[in-house]
């Protein structure tokens, strides 16, 4: 008899379950045809892909679909599919994050090393300043209750100085900068900013989560200590155990060496995250770890990036659109405020860049294009301002401003890039573009420095 009871329950369950699955997978089908199809778009009027992407995220939350079909909106993206759908975009993020790592080539900072580390410093040092200040401004009208003003005035800072690696090399790729001497520069100064960057947000996740300085001294201290254990002990065990495999190389070798660097990324952010800093870290160190001369390695990131820039980024995009509330901006002034934030954003990254690039020689032009490419924030900006709002450090209606500044940045990044070097609009040679920053690079290898030299 009580079996009999439990029957209708577990059909029940299941029942609940098979419903939950198929709106997911609609929920999945309507954000990667979306997205695919709005990053096609912007890709027509010479903006990356992956702008339209986080526009389509954007448009699919309450700020445009939820507020033309309400009821639409909450029927097929209703909030009890939302942690599914924020498990699937830490996945991503993840992986993602692993694959930025295993970009990160530091081999470009031989021979420009000391002029990429002035203009990637300047261009995170005068952002970090500039949002530390800001927030004596908007502590008061944004912070969420219970955050400390230093927890706040960090991340402020932190999330200011961020340079969207993957973003500004596809646009570089797609302006055919990326064989230029201006481009290796820039690509020198991002893989600096992108080390810098998130080792300052690893001491501010640290902060905000255990509360006080003492408390994130150790787990920064542990950070560092996790970070020499896998640089040294085992960088040189991966590196011997993907030689061996692809040494002996046998028709399951590609899927077992997936598997195997797979693993290791989820453990290394388990590891970061038992420490006290965010799991992106781990995942980011993993990869960055890697050997980088391994065929077999590259072979298989590329069809690990594809999965996870076709698949599980738009779900990423989809889940910060549902999260942004661009209605919440309903006064004026609270637009004004968006406009400063987006203001002191650029000027930062902007100034910052360009000012220490004319410091170490750098001609105006190419310097105003270094600054213009520096201030790209794109993906990344969103993954620490995702940061932000699940620890609880900023609020909604701040964290909107700061995805409207996000986008804002990176989408103006091409057209001014355009309008200094015209060329580049109408697919004109490169002539004259790689003579005016050789001209630079042959200058500085006979003329006196103003930063020591390798």
């Known amino acids: 008899m009580h ?5 209708p329950i577990v059909a029940a369950a299941q029942s609940d379950v098979n419903h939950t699955l198929l709106l997911l997978l609609a929920q999945l089908s309507i954000i990667i045809i979306f997205s695919r199809g709005l990053g096609l778009l912007f890709r027509r009027i010479h903006q990356p892909l992956v702008i339209g992407e986080i526009v389509a995220g954007i448009m699919l939350g309450p700020s445009l679909f939820g507020l033309l079909a309400p009821t639409t909106a909450a029927q097929i993206f209703p909030a009890e599919t939302a942690p599914l ?57 944004f912070a969420p209750a219970g955050v400390s003003f230093t927890a706040f005035a960090l991340f402020m800072g932190a999330s200011m100085s961020i340079t969207a690696f993957p973003v500004l090399a ?35 996740v640290a902060i905000v989560r255990s509360g006080d300085v003492s408390s994130a001294v150790v787990a920064t201290l542990g950070a560092a200590l996790y970070i020499g254990v896998m640089v040294t002990l085992v960088r040189a065990g991966m590196a011997r155990v993907v030689g061996w495999l692809a040494q002996h190389r046998q028709p399951h070798t590609p899927q077992l060496v997936l598997a195997l660097l797979v693993v290791g990324a989820f453990c290394s952010a ?15 160190l993993f990869g960055a770890i890697l050997p980088r001369d391994s065929a077999l390695i590259r072979e298989l990131t590329v069809k690990l990036e594809d999965f996870t820039t076709v698949v599980l980024l738009p779900i990423f995009f989809a889940y910060t659109g549902l999260r942004t509330q661009i209605g919440l901006l309903n006064q004026p002034w609270l637009w004004l405020v968006c406009g400063l934030i987006i203001l002191v954003a650029t000027a930062g990254k902007f100034g910052g860049a360009v000012l220490a690039a004319r410091w170490v020689g750098v001609a105006w032009r190419p310097a105003s294009a270094i600054g213009v490419l520096m ?22 209606m701040l964290f909107a401003m700061m995805v409207i500044m996000a986008i804002v940045t990176t989408f103006i990044t091409t057209p001014i890039l355009h309008i200094l070097y015209p ?25 006196p420095a103003r930063v020591p030299q390798d």
Not at 3 to 7: F, N
């Open 3 to 7: 079996m009999l009871l439990e029957l």
């Open 85 to 141: 759908l924020n498990i699937l975009a830490q996945v991503g993020l993840l992986i993602f994050m692993f694959l930025i790592g295993l970009e990160l080539n530091l081999d470009t900072l031989k021979g420009q090393s000391h002029h990429a580390v002035v203009i990637s410093h300047a261009s995170i040092i005068v952002p970090f300043l500039l949002g530390g200040l800001l927030a004596f401004f908007l502590f008061d009208a």
């Open 170 to 204: 596809r646009i570089l790729t797609e302006s055919k900068l990326h064989t230029t001497p201006l481009g290796a520069l820039v690509i020198t100064c991002a893989a600096v900013d992108d080390v810098t960057a998130w080792c300052i947000l690893a001491f501010v």
């Open 270 to 284: 388990m590891i970061t995250e038992v420490i006290g800093i965010h799991t992106i870290f781990g995942a980011f």
């Open 375 to 396: 201030n790209t924030r794109g993906l990344m900006e969103l993954i620490v301002l995702n940061i932000g709002l699940d620890l609880g450090v900023i609020s909604p």
């Open 423 to 447: 060329q580049l609009a109408h697919g004109a040679d490169q002539i004259d573009l790689i003579g005016e920053v050789g001209a630079y690079t042959a200058a500085m290898s006979t003329a």
